[in-house]
């Protein structure tokens, strides 16, 4: 292999070169009168006090007409008999739809070739929903997690809340390695208000995946299909990594934790959610908070600062999981090269293996150095050969998957 010297600007400049020919910013001005959800309305204190996030003195508490998601989790400790912890994330909402909707609705209709009127348009009001409901910042949400009343937050300006909790352990002799848990909230509330602990001992195997055309065909290089896919379509599975992902289960066993990492906003997250439970191995989904209640937000979160962001948040699951053994899935769309490639360089010994999905409809992707040779060999400088490969049909990555978990 090559030495070629890789640094991240190699990835912005690919990003920069994908919205200039695809009409990223053209799109997302066209969406623009979207805008952001606004807060819902609150006393001056209250709004203030919301700037403070988790050291918010007087948080609010959920309230009937509110709208709560609790995200699923892994669990982890640092030593076989050590005490669990994991990281809980919650966001909040107002029920009552902002009067955006309407405008949010046509837009994106119009944006993707549709008809006033198309029978279309009533999937979009649906899948529209959690990016006009209106935020509440300052809430803080209560789950009963096997009897034990945690509270979360209170989130932040975004309405978000993430923590990091202890937890009691699993049951002890039924062999679960999963907890369902529930929002306590008045009547009346609704939401996720459901979510499931995932218990990861310290060693063993792991794998993080990227979702985005890696799994899911979203077209991320093409703004009008990521609006497609998203917002009109049915969520598609990439062909053959369904049954990749259920091989790969086998290899790692059900005691393996699964990491869904994808640049996509929260607002996707049930969507998301219902996408993962119907084709693959259940696992704890990441997500981006940034610019997360604007439709224009979900196009600039899938196509900028995406490397950082994946680094970022693979380093949160090395601090949880330093001892695993781990096993990166992504695609040529994005920056998951360049982003597993320095992942690897930081954490030699915990990453086994990379497997990369080239994606061949160069007319889709944009570049055509998105799938150059050069450019893996430059993302992955210094990661041994035998270490990550690239692929175009998931079937190749079988024997390869099951020579590494085997030695």
């Given at each position: 292999?090559?030495?070629?010297?890789?640094?991240?600007?190699?990835?912005?400049?690919?990003?920069?070169?994908?919205?200039?020919?695809?009409?990223?910013?053209?799109?997302?001005?066209?969406?623009?009168?979207?805008?952001?959800?606004?807060?819902?309305?609150?006393?001056?204190?209250?709004?203030?006090?919301?700037?403070?996030?988790?050291?918010?003195?007087?948080?609010?508490?959920?309230?009937?007409?509110?709208?709560?998601?609790?995200?699923?989790?892994?669990?982890?400790?640092?030593?076989?008999?050590?005490?669990?912890?994991?990281?809980?994330?919650?966001?909040?909402?107002?029920?009552?739809?902002?009067?955006?909707?309407?405008?949010?609705?046509?837009?994106?209709?119009?944006?993707?070739?549709?008809?006033?009127?198309?029978?279309?348009?009533?999937?979009?009001?649906?899948?529209?929903?959690?990016?006009?409901?209106?935020?509440?910042p300052g809430k803080q949400v209560k789950v009963n997690f096997e009897g034990t009343t945690l509270k979360l937050g209170p989130g932040g300006r975004n309405a978000i809340s993430s923590d990091l909790k202890k937890v009691p352990g699993p049951p002890k002799g039924e062999g679960t390695r999963v907890i369902e848990s529930r929002a306590e909230v008045p009547e009346g509330a609704m939401g996720i208000l459901e979510m499931k602990t995932f218990f990861a001992e310290p060693e063993g195997w792991g794998v993080i995946s990227d979702i985005d055309d890696t799994i899911k065909i979203t077209q991320t290089s093409d703004p009008t299909g990521i609006l497609r896919s998203t917002f009109v379509a049915d969520p598609t599975p990439v062909a053959g990594m369904p049954e990749l992902y259920a091989y790969l289960q086998t290899l790692v066993t059900k005691t393996a934790p699964w990491f869904y990492l994808s640049a996509s906003p929260y607002n996707l997250y049930s969507f998301l959610r219902e996408f993962r439970d119907a084709h693959y191995p259940h696992g704890q989904l990441i997500l981006r908070d940034a610019s997360w209640m604007t439709i224009p937000g979900l196009l600039s979160n899938l196509t900028?600062?995406?490397?950082?962001?994946?680094?970022?948040?693979?380093?949160?699951?090395?601090?949880?999981?330093?001892?695993?053994?781990?096993?990166?899935?992504?695609?040529?769309?994005?920056?998951?090269?360049?982003?597993?490639?320095?992942?690897?360089?930081?954490?030699?010994?915990?990453?086994?293996?990379?497997?990369?999905?080239?994606?061949?409809?160069?007319?889709?992707?944009?570049?055509?150095?998105?799938?150059?040779?050069?450019?893996?060999?430059?993302?992955?400088?210094?990661?041994?050969?035998?270490?990550?490969?690239?692929?175009?049909?998931?079937?190749?990555?079988?024997?390869?998957?099951?020579?590494?978990?085997?030695?």
């Open positions: 292999m090559s030495r070629l010297r890789y640094s991240t600007s190699d990835a912005t400049s690919l990003e920069s070169r994908t919205r200039s020919e695809h009409g990223f910013p053209d799109a997302e001005a066209s969406l623009i009168s979207v805008g952001a959800a606004k807060l819902s309305r609150a006393s001056k204190l209250r709004d203030v006090l919301s700037y403070l996030g988790t050291k918010n003195p007087l948080p609010s508490p959920v309230g009937k007409d509110d709208v709560v998601w609790l995200m699923d989790n892994v669990a982890f400790r640092s030593s076989a008999g050590g005490p669990w912890q994991a990281e809980f994330v919650a966001a909040t909402f107002s029920s009552k739809v902002s009067a955006r909707f309407v405008d949010a609705v046509g837009d994106v209709a119009d944006a993707v070739g549709l008809a006033r009127g198309d029978a279309e348009e009533a999937v979009i009001e649906h899948r529209i929903v959690p990016f006009v409901m209106d935020i509440l900028l600062g995406t490397e950082q962001y994946k680094i970022d948040r693979i380093n949160k699951v090395h601090r949880w999981l330093p001892r695993r053994r781990m096993i990166l899935i992504g695609d040529s769309t994005q920056s998951d090269p360049e982003a597993y490639g320095e992942i690897y360089r930081q954490h030699k010994k915990w990453v086994k293996l990379i497997l990369i999905r080239k994606v061949t409809d160069i007319a889709a992707i944009g570049t055509e150095e998105k799938n150059a040779p050069a450019r893996f060999e430059k993302a992955f400088e210094g990661v041994p050969g035998d270490m990550w490969y690239v692929f175009e049909d998931p079937a190749e990555c079988q024997e390869i998957l099951h020579k590494v978990v085997s030695s």
